[in-house]
């Protein structure tokens, strides 16, 4: 599938990422990282790469489920509808969790088709908000709006559990060059830089990071965020604890920084990330 009908992987990726178990990490990256067969892939160790600027980066993917129908009871799905328009009823955010929480003894305590549906949700109508006002998404334009309020609502509320299931399901919107890698990917490091604890660092790193050190492919958009959270001093990523908690797992990120900076062609380094990883481990 991957190699003979990628589109088929990219349109119907949000229906297999609901019931790939959150474990599965390579095989999900299997499904997030086809792109188009008529798209050529911008190499995503290109110095100072504007991503903002690529031809693909505006265009639409095509997702082809109701992912807005998952997002039950009727009842919320109109609390939400509201709260993005007018931020009201004022206790949306407040009882936010319970709303994503089930009783389930044997599994997740989440509803993760929910929890996923709510991120595309949320994150789509964003971008439509966005280019109503003829802009494109930046760390700038996403901020002091309703629907970054619900994404840092979530980041903060959510125990440790939920937050997990939350960073991945924004990571699984990080494909090929399109409107949404571009938004989550924006989304995802503002998180980073506006969080009020390291543990909320560490967990968003440690999301991205996971789905790094397993065997190739990995999505492009996935890449184009983690080169751009260890570069931009913006974040001071190495200033972090826990990028220096072990030696061993100071050894990875140094390994995974060297091969995402050097500057050679893109398949040579990819292979070095994979070699300097696998010597890590």
Known sequence: LLHDFPEFLCDYHFAFCDVIPPNCIQMRNLILSPYPRNMRLP????????????????GSPRVSIN????????????DLDSYLKARAPVTFLSEL???????????????????????????????????????VPTMATI??????????????????????????????????????????????LYLFDEANSEAIQEQI??????????NRPHPW??????????????????????VHCAPEIERLFESVAK????????QQQIQNVESDIAECN
């Open 43 to 58: 190499d995503p160790f290109t110095p100072n790469l504007k991503v903002d600027m690529l031809t693909d980066i505006g």
């Open 67 to 78: 992912y807005a129908a998952a997002i039950q009871p009727a009842s919320f799905k109109k």
């Open 97 to 135: 969790r319970s709303n994503l929480q089930i009783s389930n003894d044997v599994g997740s305590r989440y509803n993760i088709p929910l929890m996923n549906a709510l991120v595309l949700y949320v994150g789509t109508q964003a971008i439509a908000h966005i280019r109503s006002k003829n802009q």
């Open 143 to 188: 901020v002091h709006s309703a629907h970054m309020d619900i994404f840092q609502n979530l980041a903060v509320d959510l125990d440790t559990e939920g937050r997990y299931l939350f960073l991945n399901a924004i990571a699984n919107q990080l494909r090929y060059p399109n409107s949404h890698t571009h938004y989550f990917s924006c989304c995802i």
């Open 205 to 214: 790193t440690r999301v991205l990071l996971e789905r790094l050190i397993v």
């Open 221 to 242: 958009g996935l890449l184009i965020t983690f080169i751009e959270l260890i570069k931009n001093p913006l974040y001071k990523f190495w200033d972090h604890d826990f």
């Open 259 to 266: 091969s995402c900076m050097v500057n050679t062609k893109s």
